[in-house]
T-cell receptor, first 116, second 113 residues
Framework: GAVVSQHPSWVICKSGTSVKIECRSLDFQATTMFWYRQFPKQSLMLMATSNEGSKATYEQGVEKDKFLINHASLTLSTLTVTSAHPEDSSFYIC????????????FGPGTRLTVT | SQQGEEDPQALSIQEGENATMNCSYKTSINNLQWYRQNSGRGLVHLILIRSNEREKHSGRLRVTLDTSKKSSSLLITASRAADTASYFCATGAITSGTYKYIFGTGTRLKVLA
């Protein structure tokens, strides 16, 4: 099956710094990528949808200036958490959709962010 | 936005028993998927059921979909300790012009050996 990777798998940063998380589709071209956030013992909340070469669409309540998303190529999307604060500590999961498939959406393994 | 509500929120059963989890959603969907997530780990895809399907099986898993009631159920038969995990439904639908999957609240299953 299609593989989506994320890097790093975990990261610890200091409050006020920025952190970049990468999401890659390894064996297919992802025209659309999605970013989710999951707090402990909660469900996944969709943050934003990004299409290659265009601006991301953010869900209601998600600050686009704080969570910068770039989908510059068909195999890479990045999420940058700017000026991170402890409340941004969470599990961030990306998913990617093959341009040919409507239903298939492949999830990355997630990135654990801890802001101290 | 949260599309699906799952119940129960938590379920504890003995090994060998069956576990049933339910998912209800609010709007029309194209398909519904079930995922498993072990603590602190990524998602594992279990089953996809399309809106024109009523039931699907995969090994010890059985999924039903009732679009008239906007609900789905996941049945795990002959549960094992290794089935201990959180289970989420995710509904697929076009929202604001984009096909998206929105996750339910999840059920935490604990299977006691």
């Amino acid at each position: 099956g299609a593989v989506v990777s994320q890097h790093p798998s975990w990261v610890i940063c200091k409050s006020g710094t920025s952190v970049k998380i990468e999401c890659r589709s390894l064996d297919f071209q992802a025209t659309t990528m999605f970013w989710y956030r999951q707090f402990p013992k909660q469900s996944l909340m969709l943050m934003a949808t990004s299409n290659e070469g265009s601006k991301a669409t953010y869900e209601q309540g998600v600050e686009k200036d704080k969570f910068l998303i770039n989908h510059a190529s068909l195999t890479l999307s990045t999420l940058t958490v700017t000026s991170a604060h402890p409340e941004d500590s969470s599990f961030y999961i990306c998913s990617a959709r093959d341009g040919a498939g409507v239903y298939e959406q492949y999830f990355g393994p997630g990135t654990r962010l801890t802001v101290t | 936005s949260q599309q699906g509500e799952e119940d129960p929120q938590a379920l504890s059963i003995q090994e060998g028993e069956n576990a049933t989890m339910n998912c209800s959603y609010k709007t029309s969907i194209n398909n519904l998927q079930w995922y498993r997530q072990n603590s602190g780990r990524g998602l594992v895809h279990l089953i996809l059921i399309r809106s024109n399907e009523r039931e699907k099986h995969s090994g010890r898993l059985r999924v039903t979909l009732d679009t008239s009631k906007k609900s789905s159920s996941l049945l795990i038969t002959a549960s094992r300790a290794a089935d201990t995990a959180s289970y989420f439904c995710a509904t697929g639908a076009i929202t604001s012009g984009t096909y998206k999957y929105i996750f339910g609240t999840g059920t935490r299953l604990k299977v006691l050996a």
